[in-house]
């Protein structure tokens, strides 16, 4: 079956770094596309960033210039470098893939700290 695994989050300071790492399984990962989405508290789930099967990139326009997707096929593996990081960037971080339906992992919680 389709397993999504989120790693990588924790609590940094405001203008800190994080990356988080999305291992996949029971899925052919280089024909997928991948994305991030980020759920704060008492607010929905929100798009972040997608990255194509070609390695195409898309973001949230909150995210552009700060967020940086990419991909490595052979680890089945999406990261998600986030740089410039602001408090309101604090959420639950999930990957996600949609074949036929849509694909969680368990998310990983990022605290920015002001």
């Known amino acids: 079956q389709v397993q999504l695994v989120e790693s990588g989050g924790g609590l940094v300071q405001a203008g800190g770094s994080l990356r988080l790492s999305c291992a996949a399984s029971g899925i052919i990962f280089s024909r997928n596309a991948m994305s991030w989405y980020r759920q704060a508290p008492g607010k929905q789930r929100e798009f972040v960033a997608v990255?194509?099967?070609?390695?195409?990139?898309n973001y949230a326009d909150s995210m552009k210039g700060r967020f940086t997707i990419s991909r490595d096929n052979a680890k089945s593996t999406v990261y998600l470098q986030m740089t410039s990081l602001k408090p309101e960037d604090t959420a639950v971080y999930y990957c996600n893939c949609r074949i036929n339906r849509d694909y969680w992992g368990q998310g990983t919680q990022v605290t920015v700290s002001s």
């Open positions: 990255i194509t099967s070609g390695g195409s990139a």
